[in-house]
């Protein structure tokens, strides 16, 4: 799960992380009321989930409070267009309105989950204010890392090593690892997949402050933060990811035309895969789970053939706790319920396969069966339009 900058540094300063003085509006006027008690030169900074929103005219500078309402009249409402959005953009309904400070350096850090290694990684460079994955391809040189043992956590010497390697000196090299051991703390506290803070400013007075703060969670373990998870904005998802959360389904939309459900995410993956081996491109991430009742099923079904773009249907099941014969099921219920129309490719093994492969044929729909994840990619491909 995702959230805005705003609730991200509201996090972050609970935890003792030094942010900037800001807080958030919905309307014109409250920017320019927030603005006047700031006082002086403020930021006003348009709240979506994605990065890039400088340079797409999201983020701008204002010297007084009318000109923080009028930048606030022309932002809120406008489709913000960046890098990670895409062409379609998001539409921006909230503001944050921070003090304008005085900014001496900016740097980056980033904590994030290395799988390889298995722990969190904390990194952090000099370059910051720039995108660490242009950094990480230009100038990798300029990245510098300490895996966390989570037995013991952040040791001093890594955050004083990280500090130095910034080029920070006297009393800052202090702030700094004092400001890494806090994130550190807030990220395993909160159970959170990333924090990136960028930039990371030193002011001209030397105090360290997160200018910028992006959060993600573990969605596994919101159950534990109900505070957190109430902080999910639902304008900002996609709306058939948020429609398959509902039935606990993992669904991720993604711009192809073949729709997939499979239930284990190994199997997604490689489900994916193959449509792509086979010269497709898949339209959406399914995984249905292993044990997917019946009503699971009609809904998987009726999300994927509500995307615009699905010409046709790939459906991969090993049959375990989910047997075949269910799943045959709830297949022909959900395709006469919903009135389906596209071709359905359906590849299935395991538990009752011959007696679900008879009841796929029996239902007279548009259903073509495969014994072979190859033989289906290619057959779902070819159906779809493709090669």
Request: aromatic content about 4%; hydrophobic content about 45%; proline content about 4%.
């Amino acid at each position: 799960m995702k959230i805005h900058e705003y609730q991200g540094k509201a996090i972050l300063a609970r935890h003792g992380v030094p942010v900037p003085r800001g807080e958030m509006a919905h309307t014109p006027s409250e920017v320019g009321a927030i603005a006047r008690r700031l006082g002086g030169t403020v930021m006003v900074k348009a709240q979506i989930h994605a990065g890039g929103r400088g340079k797409g005219g999201g983020v701008k500078l204002a010297k007084t409070a009318e000109e923080a309402e009028q930048i606030a009249t022309q932002m809120i409402g406008m489709r913000l267009v960046t890098h990670q959005t895409g062409p379609e953009g998001r539409i921006v309904k909230r503001i944050l309105v921070e003090e304008g400070l005085q900014i001496a350096r900016e740097l980056y850090l980033g904590l994030v989950i290395d799988r390889a290694a298995e722990r969190p990684v904390l990194m952090v460079s000099p370059a910051g204010g720039m995108e660490i994955e242009k950094v990480a391809a230009e100038t990798p040189h300029l990245i510098f890392k300490a895996h966390i043992d989570p037995a013991t956590g952040l040791l001093p010497f890594q955050a004083r090593s990280l500090a130095f390697s910034l080029g920070l000196e006297g009393p800052a090299v202090g702030k700094a690892v004092k400001v890494m051991a806090q994130i550190v703390e807030t990220f395993s506290a909160t159970d959170a997949s990333l924090i990136e803070i960028n930039p990371l400013i030193v002011t001209a007075t030397g105090d360290l402050l997160a200018l910028d703060a992006k959060m993600n969670f573990d969605d596994n373990a919101l159950f534990r933060h109900p505070d957190i998870k109430e902080l999910r904005d639902f304008d900002e998802e996609d709306p058939l990811e948020i429609d398959a959360s509902k039935y606990s389904l993992n669904y991720i939309r993604l711009d192809g035309n073949i729709g997939c459900m499979v239930n284990g995410a190994g199997l997604a993956m490689a489900t994916m895969d193959i449509i792509k081996l086979a010269g497709g491109e898949p339209a959406n991430f399914l995984d249905v789970g292993g044990g997917a009742t019946a009503e699971q099923i009609k809904n998987a079904v009726r999300i994927l053939t509500s995307d615009k773009n699905v010409q046709a249907v790939f459906v991969n099941i090993f049959g375990g706790i989910l047997r075949c014969d269910i799943l045959a099921e709830g297949l022909v219920a959900a395709v006469k319920e919903l009135h389906v129309t596209l071709p359905i490719v359906i590849r299935m093994e395991g538990t009752n396969v011959e007696t679900g492969k008879q009841m796929l044929r029996d239902s007279g729909l548009n259903f073509t069966t495969a014994d072979a994840m190859d033989q289906a990619a290619a057959t779902v491909v070819k159906l779809a339009g493709g090669r």
